[in-house]
């Protein structure tokens, strides 16, 4: 069975400093990795994903397959960055490809 | 491009009605997908669709969950009858092909409540 975990329901940073939202997975098959974000008032929307390795607004996540872990990262947080983010995993090996999501984290980024 | 449409935004009913939720996806779009969302918690997949076929319903309850997307178009979501813990917001999602690495695109959601 697909599960991912988001360890942190709330998450405050002050603005200017790193962020890292935790995302731990558990998947006996071959895991694609993504995070989605919902801004205030908006629909939920692709951030980035593990295949395309690439930084998106700042924020990057690296696929740990040893700590089943993708962590999103933001060196220097800004107040737009406030959101609620989404880890979410997928098989890419075999016809099952469903979405599973985790609980999600609710960042706030303080003035 | 337009986004995915979904209908009504918001609905309360009593528990033991039924209701309906209806989504039109991206234009082009073969996967569509409908989501549960409790408050507090991630989407959950109800079910996927693959043109007007079913994908995946594992989690769908389906003594009182049906979902059709009969031209494979449009979909519509009903509930019936209503339990207080259906209450949530229900996303509907579409992409282009339904392959692992695609984006799934969302609607805007229904919010139901149920008294």
């Known amino acids: 069975a697909q599960r991912v975990t988001q360890p942190e329901k709330l998450l405050s940073v002050f603005k200017g400093a790193p962020v890292e939202l935790k995302c731990n997975y558990s998947?006996?098959?071959?895991?694609?990795l993504f995070w989605y974000v919902q801004y205030s008032r908006q629909r939920l929307q692709l951030l980035l994903r593990h295949i395309s390795r690439e930084s998106i607004k700042g924020f990057t996540a690296d696929l740990n397959k040893g700590e089943t872990s993708f962590h999103l990262k933001k060196p220097f947080a800004q107040e737009e960055d406030s959101a609620m983010y989404y880890c979410a995993l997928r098989d890419s090996g075999g016809s099952n490809y469903k979405l599973t999501f985790g609980k999600g984290t609710l960042l706030t980024v303080n003035p | 491009e337009a986004g995915v449409a979904q209908s009504p935004r918001y609905k309360i009913i009593e528990k033991r009605q039924s209701v309906a939720f209806w989504c039109n996806p991206i234009?082009?779009?073969?996967?569509l997908y409908w989501y549960q969302q409790i408050l507090g918690q991630g989407p959950k997949l109800l079910i996927q669709f693959q043109n007007n076929g079913v994908v995946d319903d594992s989690q769908l309850p389906k003594d009182r969950f049906s979902a059709e997307r009969l031209k494979g178009v449009d979909s519509t979501l009903k509930i019936q009858p209503a339990k207080l813990e259906d209450s949530a917001v229900y996303l509907c999602?579409?992409?282009?092909?339904?392959?692992?690495?695609?984006?799934?695109?969302f609607g805007s959601g229904t919010q139901l409540s149920v008294l």
């Open positions: 998947y006996s098959g071959s895991p694609e």
């Open positions: 999602a579409s992409s282009f092909r339904g392959t692992w690495d695609e984006k799934l695109f």
């Open positions: 234009s082009g779009h073969a996967t």
